[in-house]
């Protein structure tokens, strides 16, 4: 009886549209996947998957570099996990 109303909502993404892009800084290469608000969920998979492959693309040498992943929402870990594999 006491609750008058209740509202539910969604992180709202960056504009309409996430992104994932890699970005040349010196000699660092960044890799940026972010803005996916309420629907990380659901995207996460896919959008870490298209992450580390424009990284593959861009870096395309060996050895793999050592690799920081900023973030621990659902896209910094999955992209953790993934990339620890």
Not at 54 to 66: Q, Y
Request: with cysteine.
């Amino acid at each position: 009886d006491a609750v008058d109303e209740a509202i539910a909502c969604t992180r709202p993404m960056r504009e309409g549209k996430f992104n994932i892009s890699v970005e040349a800084r010196g000699a660092k290469t960044l890799v940026h996947c972010y803005g996916h608000g309420g629907a990380g969920c659901t995207t996460a998979f896919g959008s870490v998957r298209q992450a580390i492959r424009l990284f593959e693309e861009a870096w395309g040498g060996n050895p793999k570099p050592p690799v920081r992943v900023i973030g621990r929402g659902i896209i910094g870990m999955t992209a953790a996990m993934e990339l620890a594999l």
